[in-house]
């Protein structure tokens, strides 16, 4: 017998004996429904359906018996829910099942050579999801759901993929055994897996998890129908259905669009109970695979007896035939209860399903006191998970959360969350939620956080966080240091403690938001791996430090704002996305007051993106090294490092590859920044400084073109921002560039004909350039000012990867008709071919892997721009029908550059209806469908006032702002 947990109870001191637990709970929800319906009854109006089946008895006795026509008054199945069907022998062109195929996925393993005549799979199909009321052969019990194919024999690999593709009801009626492990783990995911009953006991050791459901047969009598006189005979069947008559058996559907009998078939037993969980989850998508096992054996008749008489031999079944109707019934009722646990050392192995709030408690003190939970915890929509002063909560398992729902650590209390390297524990989003809201750690501000190996616990102490081996993912503030469930002032609770090491997050707006703080910040990250929007944010803290972690982030890796924070050994990969936003790291105002200590940033990789590094304000007052960024390497960055605004930094060491700016520094005014030892190549500017950036100086840096071929390329650009006699700044840099009075600068031009050195732009003012004007890398007169010549030795130049990289390439948009851009844009992609196939060939971070992996970057973004530009070559001579062919695939940016020609060309009515049939993925995208229809709208009608609906849509643009 299965421990499963039909429904959590409130206010229990620790956790009660599970079969007890769920005795208990079952006979208290039967007792709350018993006043508002009879279960035992018929509904009152089943519908009639025409679907003549194979004969008299066919489908309607049978599926009346399950009360499966009573099911339909509930519901008619949501279309959404996609049982996904494991068998071979698929008729998808069969007029029964036109339009709910959703998606098949085949593989080596049909047997296209055996009798193309047996379609078993097309059966299989036809008792989840026939379709009803049509006049074609039978009708499915799952109403509308729809139905995905694998034809493909039984295998974990198979059945793995299909929970990892996020089908939450796999049915399975052939092939070889399937692991226990792998069927516990595609539950984790909350995939109900239903098993047609065989005889040999081919399912052995899935018995006993909850969420696995048998199903065997029975004759019109309701007695035991043995499968094909198996020896041995089968066990632990868990619920039936009704299929095999006295004068023919069940009807199926068959090949070309025809139906007959089915002998003895729990294939199609197993199609019916996968229809019925359909119709379950359509009303409640929230249910666990383990709940979903619950409510249909509790709501099961008695076991079936033999055709004899005799009882079935002990072991054989759990319960009997299956009742639809009362089971979606209990599905759409199923009630809200809060619980409490309290900690004792306890470990929970039983799958967990709490519909309300639950509170961990100590009440014991003055020592933590473990929960440890090893197996699945699952929480409904809106409801939170608190972890109380003095618990110190294990999870090893895997934590499932609703919408709205947050993990709450308390002050004083500790939320570890580690697994094996094998099985790596997860918080996630539950089966009915697409995002949940993420941890919450309180904290103090104004006292230090306690060590996370603490023992004893102070409710003032700020609550411990510490993930090892874990995922954490569809969060919306994957881990969060600000206690929204605190009421507004609720500062004093900012700064709690975290501690990650070996952490995937996953597809999370947010993954960790650190909020000010007053005292030095102990968290740290480490081995980490970001994947989503933004990866961290900082608001007035220090120094978290950063080690040996990878952003796969689409906007920001990090982002801060008067913080301060160490990061080092990095990788920011800002090349993943079309998005031409990504910036990796984004500090604004460094500095200012809150955050006193410096960031270092060392080491690290930027790989491609809109900015490698940016920082934007800060004080007068900040000292040299606010910011230290040394060692680094970025490559194909538009600007690698942006500084904007008063401050200062010092650029030690770096590699700059393949930027349009290397350094972009803008109105640092008289602050002390140094550019010193860097390597510069392939560029477009090696460094740009515009209007007043007086304290600037480079010194001992390398600038390399000699693969670059650009003759307009200048290593230093000055920019004044306008013309002699403007109201706009004086572009100036320091008055005299050099090591000291005496010693050159020791920057290393590499000589090409016709480049100039220095560039400069708008009114900009003097100053002393010192050099050597022996044999070397400079060999040739500066064009600046005012120069004055010194004859000390040059630095060596020197490079973190072993020497300047350039790839040659060149992006030519010359191309002058559309046939013209399609052959070039077939050209470029066979390169881009040749390019990522090269780049898997090459060492790691070696130097012919960063020569391909900036080549990538360099031939997808003339690619897009050969794009946009054939859209609007294919708008200028209204060739709309391609326009529309060659953008269906594409990405939403592509598709957006659609409507805006669109729109420019007055093509009012096709731009709007060609912006609501692009599907949209997030709020950004959502936002600019919504923005660019009401531009349409005033373009047609100057005077179009919004409804009120829909300027509650339009006054929420933007609403994705980093706070």
């Known amino acids: 017998m299965k421990n499963n947990i039909l429904l959590s109870v409130s206010h229990l001191t620790k956790p ?510 480490t081995n980490c791996e970001f994947f989503g929007e933004i990866g961290t944010s900082h608001w007035g803290n220090y120094v978290v430090t950063y080690s040996n972690n990878t952003f796969n982030t689409s906007k920001f890796g990090i982002y801060t704002i008067d913080a301060a924070f160490n990061v080092n050994n990095c990788e920011f990969n800002g090349d993943l996305f079309d998005s031409d936003d990504y910036n990796g790291i984004t500090m604004q105002y460094t500095g200012v007051g809150s955050a006193p200590d410096q960031s270092i940033l060392s080491s690290n990789q930027f790989i491609g993106g809109r900015k490698g590094i940016e920082k934007i304000g800060g004080e007068i007052t900040d000292s040299l090294l606010a910011v230290e960024i040394k060692n680094n390497i970025f490559l194909g960055q538009f600007k690698a490092v942006a500084v904007d605004g008063l401050g200062s930094s010092l650029l030690d060491n770096n590699d700059f590859i393949g930027n349009k700016w290397g350094n972009y520094i803008t109105r640092l005014g008289d602050n002390q920044n140094l550019a010193q030892r860097n390597d510069y190549s392939s560029y477009d500017f090696g460094i740009s400084a515009y209007g007043d950036c007086s304290g600037f100086n480079f010194i001992n840096n390398c600038f390399s073109l000699s693969n670059s071929g650009n003759d307009r390329s200048p290593a230093v650009n000055v920019n004044g921002f306008g013309n002699p006699g403007g109201n706009q700044a004086i572009g100036k840099i320091q008055e005299i560039i050099a090591v000291d009075d005496e010693t050159a600068a020791g920057n290393c031009f590499e000589d090409y004909p016709g480049w100039n050195f220095f560039s400069f732009f708008g009114p900009t003012e003097e100053f002393t350039y010192y050099y050597r004007d022996e044999t070397g890398c400079r060999r040739r007169p500066l064009l600046v000012p005012t120069v004055r010549v010194n004859n000390q030795e040059e630095a060596m130049c020197t490079s973190n990867i072993g020497g300047p990289i350039n790839t040659g390439f060149k992006c030519y948009l010359r191309v002058t008709s559309i046939e013209q851009i399609n052959a070039k844009l077939t050209q470029l992609n066979a390169e881009l071919i040749i390019a990522n196939d090269s780049l898997q060939n090459s060492v790691y971070h070696s130097v012919q892997w960063y020569k391909w992996r900036l080549k990538i970057m360099q031939l997808k973004n003339c690619i897009k721009n050969l794009k946009k530009l054939l859209i609007k070559e294919y708008s200028n001579e209204k060739r709309y029908n391609e326009l529309f062919s060659f953008a269906s695939n594409e990405s939403f940016e592509i598709k957006s550059h659609v409507a805006t020609q669109l729109i420019k060309a007055a093509e009012y009515t096709m731009a709007s209806n060609y912006l609501n049939a692009i599907t949209a993925v997030g709020e950004e995208e959502e936002d600019y469908i919504n923005s660019q229809n009401y531009l349409i709208n005033k373009l047609v009608d100057f005077n179009f006032q919004l409804d009120s609906a829909s300027k509650i849509i339009y006054l929420s643009l933007h609403k994705n702002c980093i706070p």
């Open 16 to 525: 009660i004996n599970l079969t007890f637990k769920r005795c208990f709970i079952v006979f208290i929800f039967l007792s709350l429904l018993t006043s508002r319906l009879d279960l035992k009854a018929q509904c009152s109006n089943p519908p009639a359906y025409n679907d003549p089946g194979c004969g008299v008895f066919f489908p309607n006795n049978a599926f009346n018996v399950m009360n499966i026509p009573c099911a339909w008054t509930v519901t008619n199945g949501d279309p959404n829910v996609v049982v996904a069907v494991f068998d071979r022998y698929f008729d998808v062109d069969h007029r029964d099942l036109a339009g709910k195929i959703e998606k098949m996925h085949y593989s080596d393993d049909c047997n296209p050579n055996e009798d193309p005549t047996v379609t078993h799979g097309t059966a299989s199909m036809g008792a989840i999801a026939a379709i009803r009321n049509n006049g074609e052969c039978v009708a499915g019990a799952g109403g509308d759901i729809k139905v995905a194919g694998f034809c493909r024999v039984t295998s974990d690999e198979g059945v793995l993929e299909a929970a990892n593709l996020g089908y939450k009801i796999i049915y399975l009626a052939t092939g070889l055994q399937l692991s226990p492990a792998v069927a516990q783990e595609c539950v984790d995911k909350g995939a109900t897996l239903i098993l047609a009953n065989r005889g040999g006991n081919i399912w052995n050791g899935l018995d006993n998890i909850p969420g696995v459901i048998k199903v065997g047969l029975t004759y019109h009598d309701g007695t035991f129908d043995h499968y094909i006189n198996s020896d041995p005979l089968e066990d632990d069947i868990d619920v039936f259905t009704v299929g095999s008559w006295d004068n023919g058996g069940s009807c199926a559907l068959r090949n070309g669009n025809t139906c007959s009998e089915a002998y003895g078939s729990t294939s199609l037993s197993a199609g019916f109970v996968a229809g019925v969980v359909g119709l379950m989850r359509s009303v409640n998508p929230c249910l666990t695979p383990a709940e979903i096992e619950n409510i249909l054996e509790s709501t099961a008749g008695p076991i079936p007896l033999q055709p004899n008489g005799d009882p079935l031999p002990p072991g054989v079944a759990e319960h009997g035939i299956i009742n639809a109707y009362e089971a979606v019934l209990m599905a759409q009722n199923l009630p809200v209860v809060d619980e409490v646990w309290t900690a004792n050392g306890q470990t929970i192995t039983n799958q967990t399903h709490v519909t309300g709030n639950l509170n961990l408690i100590n009440q014991t003190g003055p020592n933590f006191k473990t929960i440890t939970l090893e197996s699945s915890l699952f929480l409904d929509n809106n409801e939170n998970l608190i972890v109380n002063n003095g618990v110190h909560f294990i999870v090893n398992g895997n934590i499932l959360m609703g919408e709205n729902g947050k993990i709450i650590v308390k002050r004083g209390a500790k939320l570890e969350i580690g697994g094996e390297f094998e099985k790596l524990a997860t918080i996630s989003n539950n089966n009915c939620s697409p995002v949940w809201d993420g941890i919450i750690i309180e904290g103090n501000s104004n006292l230090h956080q306690p060590a996370p190996d603490i023992n004893s616990y102070n409710i003032q102490n700020a609550g411990i966080l510490i993930i090892n081996n874990a995922i954490i993912q569809n969060a919306r503030n994957a881990i969060s240091m600000n206690p929204t469930h605190i009421p507004w002032p609720n500062s004093d609770y900012y700064g709690g403690y975290l501690s990650a090491n070996n952490v995937k997050f996953i597809d999370n707006r947010r993954s960790v938001e650190f909020m000010k703080y007053n005292l030095q910040d102990k968290s740290s990250i």
